[in-house]
């Protein structure tokens, strides 16, 4: 299981995030994001009756799954918590663990299109493959004007009008349809100095569209409140400014845009105590071992007796 996990995917802050739940032995735990399973199998190996629930969009991550009769898993996106806990007879719970990074298995598995790696790959980038909504649908059919606010919003790319514009004057010769396709559309506007940053940047946008990875991290974080029990606590990884933001407003004020809402005496409403005061950041050491965790942040709450 060991050599499965790690070759789908390395977890980032594996330690720090799970020992930020203060697991109890007979508690009842949710990771929201199931992946290559490294984050679930620590946390199974600190129980002893309790029970672990399992989040996955990606049928692959089904292939990871150990034998062990505490682990519940359910394949479906995160956003969807509440209902299926309520499914399963499982009221409140005592811990969630959220890393929202994308898989390295899918970002090295070529045909699913999430890496400008694989030129020849169709432009897919969905992580659950029931979805209907592709990569190809968003290049191709998308207006100027909605292609720009994703390249802005998701990508924070500052010509973001000038990448449309090149987008849609490209499917006028052709239409998408594999990798290479996307590469030679942008082309033109890549720096020459930071090439491999703006394709991932181009890429990121694309992918958090098709999977509609803002609102279901908005629909996840709201339901945190109602399924956490007093004293519980959430750990999250986030990997980009995006996704930090959202997660740093909601334990600071309990909604992802960071409004503060004040009781009849002045004194806020927050249903979250962060347990840091900064995110955690990977060492020198887990960096040089998994590059790929350079970019990750830990939070860490505590919901509020």
Same mark, same amino acid.
């Given at each position: =299981?060991?050599? +499965?996990?790690?070759? /789908? #995917?390395?977890?980032?802050?594996? +330690?720090?995030?799970?020992?930020?739940?203060?697991?109890?032995?007979?508690?009842?735990?949710?990771?929201?994001?199931?992946?290559?399973?490294?984050?679930?199998?620590?946390?199974?190996?600190?129980?002893?009756?309790?029970?672990?629930?399992?989040?996955?969009?990606?049928?692959?991550?089904?292939?990871?799954?150990? *034998?062990?009769?505490?682990?519940?898993?359910?394949?479906?996106?995160?956003?969807?918590?509440?209902?299926?806990?309520?499914y399963h007879n499982i009221g409140k719970?005592?811990?969630?663990?959220?890393?929202?990074?994308?898989?390295?298995? #899918?970002?090295d598995e070529g045909k699913r299109g999430?890496?400008?790696?694989?030129?020849?790959?169709?432009? $897919?980038?969905? =992580?659950?493959?029931?979805?209907?909504?592709?990569?190809?649908?968003?290049?191709?059919?998308?207006?100027?004007?909605?292609?720009?606010?994703?390249?802005?919003? /998701?990508?924070?790319?500052?010509?973001?009008?000038?990448?449309?514009?090149?987008?849609?004057?490209?499917?006028?010769?052709?239409?998408?349809?594999?990798?290479?396709?996307?590469?030679?559309?942008?082309?033109?506007?890549?720096?020459?100095?930071?090439?491999?940053?703006?394709? *991932?940047?181009?890429?990121?946008?694309?992918?958090?569209?098709?999977?509609?990875? =803002?609102?279901?991290?908005?629909?996840?974080?709201?339901?945190?409140?109602?399924?956490? $029990?007093?004293?519980?606590?959430?750990?999250?990884?986030? /990997?980009?400014?995006?996704?930090?933001?959202?997660?740093?407003?909601?334990?600071?004020?309990?909604?992802?845009?960071?409004?503060?809402?004040? $009781?009849? /005496?002045?004194?806020?409403?927050?249903?979250?105590?962060?347990?840091?005061?900064?995110?955690?950041?990977?060492?020198?050491?887990?960096?040089?071992?998994?590059?790929?965790?350079?970019? *990750?942040?830990?939070?860490?709450?505590?919901?509020?007796?």
């Amino acid at each position: =299981m060991t050599d +499965k996990v790690t070759a /789908y #995917h390395i977890p980032a802050l594996l +330690k720090e995030s799970v020992d930020a739940l203060d697991i109890k032995a007979d508690g009842v735990y949710v990771d929201a994001t199931y992946g290559g399973g490294g984050h679930s199998m620590e946390i199974l190996s600190r129980l002893k009756n309790g029970r672990l629930v399992a989040f996955d969009r990606d049928m692959d991550a089904a292939n990871n799954l150990p *034998a062990d009769r505490r682990l519940i898993f359910i394949q479906n996106n995160f956003r969807f918590m509440r209902n299926f806990l309520r499914y399963h007879n499982i009221g409140k719970v005592n811990g969630i663990l959220a890393d929202l990074g994308v898989s390295s298995h #899918h970002f090295d598995e070529g045909k699913r299109g999430f890496s400008f790696r694989f030129p020849e790959a169709m432009l $897919d980038m969905r =992580m659950g493959q029931d979805s209907e909504l592709t990569a190809q649908t968003v290049l191709n059919t998308y207006s100027r004007d909605r292609l720009e606010h994703i390249f802005f919003e /998701y990508g924070e790319i500052k010509q973001s009008a000038k990448l449309a514009g090149a987008l849609l004057e490209s499917r006028t010769r052709r239409a998408f349809v594999s990798v290479a396709d996307l590469i030679e559309a942008v082309e033109p506007l890549i720096p020459k100095s930071d090439e491999k940053q703006f394709l *991932a940047r181009v890429f990121q946008a694309v992918r958090i569209e098709v999977n509609r990875e =803002m609102a279901s991290l908005k629909h996840f974080l709201e339901q945190t409140v109602d399924v956490l $029990d007093a004293g519980g606590r959430l750990s999250v990884i986030s /990997y980009h400014s995006l996704e930090d933001r959202m997660v740093k407003n909601f334990i600071k004020t309990g909604n992802v845009e960071g409004q503060r809402f004040k $009781d009849f /005496y002045g004194n806020e409403i927050t249903p979250f105590t962060p347990v840091t005061k900064k995110a955690i950041v990977p060492g020198e050491s887990e960096i040089a071992c998994n590059s790929r965790s350079r970019s *990750a942040k830990l939070r860490i709450a505590e919901k509020k007796q």
